[in-house]
């Protein structure tokens, strides 16, 4: 299952993290440093208040005004020397309007600050808006290697710790998506008005993995039964079979973070290249982007009854 996860900045103030704690909310993310380079005014109030109550600190991050790769390093160094030693995973806020005429150069500007954050052996991911990243980051995909968290808000309607965003909502990309903010109008107990709410799906191993270990096709919350068995995927590619063996769990995420991008085909009533064809309005919405076929047809092809084989 995913777990719900705010994300706070001073611009909460002060925070009463063992009401967040009792709310259900199951960890936080924390502005680290602002414009200026200084510390956000509440990080260090926010992380003695997450240790003191039991709310995982699952990362920090760090709104990027950087134009230039040198200016993205300056950031992640003194992002680094803030953490003195502290062990979280550090996410680069890249969103500004400054950055949106950069170009190529935002992935040397993200590849950049990477270098230094995991130079000193902390995880790196890059946040940003869906709109922001299908415009000025997914063309140059293949470049960046790394985990995304991704903003889309599917309603306006204020929200609480125990609100779902529609499913149909959930962002696109091609990227592991660790986390979907879906709101930045949640009300949670122990914070003084608005907050962001995220659901956090989880990783293990350096790979996101299965959330529901009982249930080995669901992942972000969406059950892969339509489009993933196992044993036929197993059977199907010898690379796999070599690999793997019969280990349900390692060939699916080997499907979410590999094959649905290589189009491999993992049940017989399913093949992503034949439904790409012979549907012109999918090309036109989703183009080479293969994961988007198969989660198209989890969540409405079925129901339409398009043929997919």
């Given at each position: ?75 992640a160094?003194?992002v ?12 680069i ?84 998506m ?43 919350g ?19 079979k ?68």
């Amino acid at each position: 299952m995913s777990k719900k996860i705010v994300d706070v900045s001073s611009y909460q103030g002060i925070i009463d993290w063992r009401q967040v704690k009792a709310s259900g909310v199951d960890g936080a993310i924390l502005k680290i440093i602002r414009k200026d380079l200084n510390p956000d005014k509440q990080f260090e109030n926010n992380w003695r208040g997450c240790a003191a109550a039991g709310v995982p600190v699952v990362g920090v991050y760090n709104y990027s005004y950087a134009t230039t790769p040198a200016k993205a390093r300056t950031d992640a160094e003194r992002v680094v020397s803030i953490l003195s030693g502290r062990k979280v995973k550090v996410w680069i806020d890249v969103e500004d309007k400054i950055q949106k005429g950069l170009g190529r150069m935002l992935v040397d500007i993200i590849k950049a600050y990477q270098a230094v954050i995991e130079a000193v052996g902390l995880e790196f991911g890059v946040y940003t808006g869906l709109s922001f990243y299908n415009s000025y980051i997914k063309r140059y995909s293949d470049l960046i290697n790394c985990r995304f968290w991704v903003a889309r808000y599917p309603s306006s309607k204020k929200m609480n710790v125990s609100s779902m965003p529609a499913a149909g909502k959930k962002p696109i990309i091609k990227h592991i998506m660790e986390g979907w903010q879906f709101t930045s109008k949640a009300a949670v107990p122990g914070i003084i008005g608005d907050v962001d709410l995220n659901l956090w799906y989880g990783i293990a191993g350096g790979t996101q993995t299965v959330q529901d270990a009982a249930s080995p096709t669901v992942y972000g919350g969406l059950d892969y039964a339509p489009v993933f068995d196992a044993g036929y995927y197993s059977d199907r590619y010898k690379d796999l079979k070599a690999a793997y063996g019969s280990n349900g769990a390692a060939l699916f995420t080997h499907f979410i973070v590999h094959g649905m991008r290589e189009g491999r085909q993992a049940v017989d009533s399913f093949n992503v290249q034949a439904y790409r064809t012979r549907y012109p309005d999918l090309q036109k919405a989703f183009g080479d982007n293969l994961p988007a076929y198969y989660q198209h047809y989890i969540h409405l092809g079925q129901k339409e009854k398009r043929t997919a084989v």
